[in-house]
């Protein structure tokens, strides 16, 4: 059976759309974690990946990449208490449309190799209508007979595919997206430390401060933003809980009166 449709929970989504608006600059790139049942890819985990080649429109998952995302899967099964297996690759289209490229097609077809249910989403981001409004696109596709095909993506409540969501908190969109600044030090720390070969002292003054101006700005315009937005959520979300607590009690309260008005008569 053909894959019909793929069903994104809400955070996943969340975290894709964060990590594609991290650079307009080069392609993001990251695994698929979920099931599939009857016809229906259902995804609800993500993990970013470094990327290994920095040339436009040349992302590509390489083996080591896969059997990390194998071990991910499984600590994720684990974690959630619901079985996980990797089902699908994620990357960006900064500036350009959401049409997968001959590359990709290339690619989602060897990774199909490790299921038919594999499937490939593109988000396109940075790119603006005839309007000239901003405007962001989301496609799922899978390659046959050496074409992409298009597959409907629905984007779903994590309730609707999770058995048990409140597990799913160590995993979430934030997890990712602190993952994904993870990444982004790691690579700048690999770029200066190859600098240090063989480089006189004034050129390692300079690169230590283009260093730490990179650092500052990841600081700057990436991590103080999440944690702005993080802080913000948190304290929404105490502000819906204090309320459900509320009206737990007064719906409480009403059952206590009701029990003792029976009692009494
Ligand atoms: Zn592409």
Known sequence: ?????????SDCFRGLLGHSFIT???????ILFGDYDEGVVRIWGSKSLQRNCKE??????????LSEA?????????????ASTVKGWFHSHPNITV???????RTQHALQSLGREFVGLIISCFSRDQHNLEKIDLIAFQTINNKAKSIQVEIVSPLKLLKQPELMIMHDC????????????????????????????????YNASLFNLSISRLLQKSLLPLYEYIKQKHSMD????????????????????????????
């Open 24 to 30: 307009s600059q080069e392609e993001v790139l990251g």
């Open 56 to 65: 436009k429109d040349r992302v590509e998952v390489d083996d080591i990449q």
């Open 1 to 9: 059976m053909s894959v019909e449709k793929v069903e994104l929970s």
């Open 238 to 265: 105490k502000e819906r809980l204090d309320r459900i607590i509320q009206e737990n009690k007064e719906i409480e309260a009403k059952l206590a009166a009701r029990a003792a008005k029976e009692k009494s008569t």
């Open 70 to 82: 194998m071990d991910h899967a499984e600590e994720l099964s684990r974690s959630i208490q619901q």
């Open 174 to 205: 934030f997890d990712y997206l602190l993952e994904v600044q993870r990444n982004i030090l790691r690579e700048e720390q690999q770029a200066y430390e190859s600098t240090k070969r063989n480089v006189n002292a004034l050129g390692a003054v």
């Open 99 to 105: 049409f997968p490229s001959h590359v990709d097609i």
